[in-house]
C-alpha cells in the first residue's frame, strides 16, 4: 500500500509549526532559529525512518547559538503528520521537499540554504537533489545515509522482502532480538523507547518502500552536482559502511565532496555521546566547504573503504 497525496486543493503555506502541502495535509515543522538579522545559512532537515522531527532539537539549538536557522519537519507517514506508519511513496516526498524548500526561500531571501538528511533523510535528499527539477539548495549534509539498497543485499533478503511486501504487506515488524546499538547515548535510547510519536513496529510495505527508495539513492549518488558533506560512523550498526564506500565512489571528489569518518560514531551520529563534534564539523563546513573540519574527522575519510 502507498498511501500518497490526494488532488492539490490549495496553494502550500509555511506557518511556524506546520507546512500545508497542496494536498492539504498538514506536516508539523520545528525550528531552531535566531534573531533574522544574525542568520548565516538555513538548514532544512530530514529525519530518518519511524522518527520524526524532534530528532534534531540538540543539534538545533547549537547551531542556532551560532547563527544557523533550522527547520525540521515530520515527513507523511512519521511523527504527527498524516498516514501514520503508511509510506507515501518517494515522489511525495521529493515534492514536499521541493515546496518546503522554496517557502524557506521566500521566507530567508538571500540567505544560503543547506539540506541535512539523517539516514532515510540522507537517501531522499540525494533523490531530490538529482531529480529533474531539484530544490535550489547550496549543500547537501549527509548524516549516516540510508543506501543500502538491494544490490547490496543478500539475495534471500530482498527476495525475502519483495515477496512479503505483495503478500502480507500490513504484517508489522520490530528489531527487537537484533541486538543492534544505533548509538552509545543509552539515556537518548532510552527516551525514544519512551516517545510514542517514534513508530516501533514497521509495516512490511513501508519497509519495501524505504528499500525502493535506497535503490534510487544508491544508483542516483554519481548524478550529484552539489557541494555535500558525508558524515558516517565506524561504529554505525545499521547501515553497513560496503553501502557507504559504494556511494562514496559514485560521488564526485573533493573538493565537491568532503566526507568525515568518526572513530566513535554511530548511527545516530547527531545525537551519539560525541554529537557536539559532527555538529561543530557542520557549522565549520557551512561557512567554508574547503577547510579542515573541526573535529579532524576528515583526515580518516580515507580509512572509510
Known amino acids: 500500500m502507498v498511501n500518497r497525496p490526494s488532488e492539490a486543493v490549495q496553494s502550500p503555506a509555511?506557518?511556524?509549526?506546520?507546512?500545508?502541502?497542496?494536498?492539504?495535509?498538514?506536516?508539523?515543522?520545528?525550528s531552531w532559529t535566531p534573531p533574522a538579522?544574525?542568520?548565516?545559512?538555513?538548514?532544512?532537515?530530514?529525519h530518518g525512518f519511524n522518527d520524526y522531527s524532534r530528532f534534531f532539537t540538540a543539534a538545533g539549538e547549537f547551531l542556532s547559538q551560532r547563527g544557523f536557522a533550522s527547520y525540521a519537519y515530520d515527513l507523511r507517514g512519521f511523527g504527527l503528520a498524516?498516514?501514520?506508519?503508511?509510506?507515501?511513496?518517494?515522489?511525495a516526498y521529493v515534492d514536499d521537499l521541493k515546496v518546503l524548500s522554496e517557502l524557506l526561500r521566500t521566507r530567508h531571501p538571500g540567505v544560503p540554504q543547506y539540506i541535512l538528511g539523517e539516514s532515510m533523510g540522507g537517501a531522499l535528499a540525494i533523490v531530490a537533489m538529482t531529480s529533474d527539477h531539484p530544490p535550489?539548495?547550496?549543500?547537501?549534509?549527509?548524516?549516516?545515509?540510508?543506501?543500502?539498497?538491494?544490490?547490496?543485499?543478500?539475495?534471500?533478503?530482498?527476495a525475502l522482502l519483495d515477496t512479503m511486501a505483495h503478500t502480507a504487506p500490513w504484517l508489522q515488524l520490530t528489531g527487537e532480538g537484533l541486538k543492534i546499538m544505533p548509538s552509545d547515548n543509552i539515556d537518548m535510547l532510552r527516551k525514544?523507547?519512551?516517545?510514542?510519536?517514534?513508530?516501533?513496529?514497521t509495516r512490511i510495505d513501508a519497509m519495501y518502500g524505504l528499500t525502493n527508495l535506497m535503490d534510487a539513492a544508491l544508483d542516483k549518488a554519481s548524478q550529484l552536482k552539489t557541494p555535500t558533506l558525508v558524515l558516517y560512523g565506524?561504529?554505525?550498526q545499521v547501515v553497513p559502511r560496503g553501502p557507504v564506500t559504494q556511494m562514496l565512489k559514485k560521488m564526485p571528489g573533493p573538493p565537491q565532496t568532503q566526507?568525515?569518518?568518526?572513530?566513535?560514531?554511530?548511527?545516530?551520529?547527531l545525537r551519539d555521546l560525541q554529537a557536539d563534534k559532527p555538529w561543530n564539523d557542520i557549522a565549520a563546513w557551512m561557512l567554508n566547504h574547503h577547510a579542515p573540519l573541526p573535529s579532524g574527522a576528515d583526515q580518516r575519510a580515507m580509512l572509510l573503504n
Request: aromatic share 10%; net charge negative.
Open 192 to 201: 525514544l523507547g519512551r516517545d510514542p510519536l517514534v513508530i516501533k513496529a
Open 234 to 236: 565506524e561504529q554505525d
Open 82 to 91: 498524516p498516514g501514520r506508519g503508511l509510506w507515501a511513496g518517494v515522489d
Open 14 to 30: 509555511l506557518g511556524w509549526s506546520h507546512f500545508v502541502a497542496a494536498d492539504g495535509s498538514v506536516l508539523p515543522v520545528r
Open 136 to 158: 535550489k539548495a547550496d549543500g547537501l549534509i549527509l548524516s549516516s545515509p540510508a543506501v543500502w539498497g538491494r544490490s547490496t543485499m543478500p539475495w534471500y533478503q530482498s
Open 37 to 46: 538579522e544574525n542568520i548565516k545559512a538555513v538548514i532544512l532537515v530530514l
Open 259 to 269: 566526507v568525515a569518518f568518526y572513530e566513535n560514531g554511530y548511527h545516530l551520529l
